[in-house]
């Protein structure tokens, strides 16, 4: 029988402590005169989820790995909370730190349940504690501990396993989690799954995370924030998707946001009231109209129309009720925000 205390174990999947982050004149210089990151400022609030992205080898994963020490930078601060990590010892500062990387890095001789606990394991947690943790972890990726426990990673598939690896980083609570390109190996489809699994446990644990990643849709879909950096960590433009896609700071952004931005707007744009047109006096005749919440993103009200067949879709509030309609044309004719760099 476990008899330890379980000062941490408040809530399922344990949400104690999220820390921000902040990188004040971060510079990384290598040896051989390379700049990979120049001088890099910014700062990620507690329980955000900020994404990296920008062309290849701009500095992402640099910035990532400079947060957990996997790189040392060459000048400025980074703090977690109020502590600057280069005063931290670097093993006992990753114990603290999640990280998720592309493929994963699982053991292979190691079943996924002693994968899942392996720094509770390192923090010296009693062998039931972390096993009654490596289970509600598992749970808490969509995995169901009893089968998935004792197999060994290659009887897993590449989503199963990469769904291991979130499991794994978020085992001893860590106050960050830091993924780069945690998705990226592999197909579509399961990405797409694996993306929403992770926006589900994302607004359960809320860990302040910070993700690397190519895919501008990735990008626009997870993050609450999003950082473009362009070579040597230049920083072009810190925002939401909606102002990333609707106001690009520079002309940068603007080519590495490219012409499928209108559509990827309509994602992040939500139904609001102003969009509405009243209802009319006889509510019978929104009767045969397709619903949508208000809030719904306008892609998915453009997408329910042209399911249906409609020119207009009756809207509901939070409680049900019927607010208004709006239309096709309405959405299709909306005016963003003037693009400040021309075009
Ligand atoms: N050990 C090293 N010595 C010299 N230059 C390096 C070293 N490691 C990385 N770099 C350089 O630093 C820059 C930033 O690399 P980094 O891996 O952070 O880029 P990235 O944006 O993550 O790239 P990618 O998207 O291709 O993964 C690149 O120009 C890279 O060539």
């Given at each position: 029988m476990d008899v330890t205390p379980?000062?941490?174990?408040?809530?399922s999947a344990g949400t104690t402590g999220a820390a921000a982050i902040t990188l004040d004149q971060v510079r990384k210089q290598y040896?051989?005169?390379?700049?990979?990151?120049?001088e890099l400022s910014l700062e990620v609030k507690a329980g955000e989820l900020v994404v990296l992205i920008g062309?290849?080898?701009?500095g992402k994963s640099t910035v990532l790995r400079m947060v957990n020490r996997l790189i040392e930078p060459t000048a400025g601060r980074i703090l977690l909370g109020d502590e600057?990590?280069?005063?931290?010892?670097p093993v006992r500062l990753r114990r603290r730190i999640g990280y998720v990387i592309q493929?994963?890095?699982?053991?292979?001789?190691?079943t996924i349940a002693t994968n899942v606990g392996t720094v509770p394991r390192l923090l010296g947690w009693p062998k039931a504690r972390t096993a009654r943790r490596a289970d509600e972890l598992l749970e808490l990726v969509g995995l169901d501990p009893a089968t998935f426990?004792?197999?060994?990673?290659?009887?897993?598939s590449g989503g199963q396993r990469q769904r291991v690896g979130v499991a794994r980083a978020l085992a001893a609570d860590p106050v960050v989690l830091l993924m780069d390109e945690?998705?990226?190996?592999?197909?579509p489809i399961a990405r797409a799954r694996l993306q929403e699994e992770f926006l589900r446990l994302q607004a359960e644990v809320r860990k302040t995370t910070v993700l690397v990643t190519h895919d501008l849709d990735e990008a626009v879909r997870l993050g609450d924030r999003i950082v473009v950096l362009s070579q040597g960590?230049?920083?072009?433009q810190y925002a939401s998707p909606a102002t990333l896609l609707g106001?690009?700071?520079s002309a940068f952004v603007r080519e590495f946001v490219g012409a499928d931005r209108a559509i990827r707007r309509l994602a992040v744009t939500p139904v609001t009231r102003d969009l509405l047109r009243p209802l009319p006096a006889d509510p019978g005749e929104t009767a045969g109209l397709p619903t949508v919440p208000l809030g719904s993103s306008l892609y998915d009200a453009l997408a329910v129309l042209l399911r249906t067949n409609s020119d207009d879709a009756r809207v509901t509030d939070e409680g049900g009720e019927p607010v208004g309609t709006v239309s096709r044309h309405r959405i299709l004719s909306i005016d963003y925000p003037a693009d400040p760099v021309g075009g």
């Open positions: 379980e000062a941490d174990s408040a809530g040896p051989d005169g390379t700049v990979a990151v120049g062309p290849s080898g701009c600057d990590v280069t005063r931290v010892d493929n994963v890095g699982l053991f292979p001789h190691q426990g004792p197999r060994y990673p290659h009887e897993l945690p998705f990226s190996a592999v197909d960590g230049r920083l072009e106001e690009p700071a």
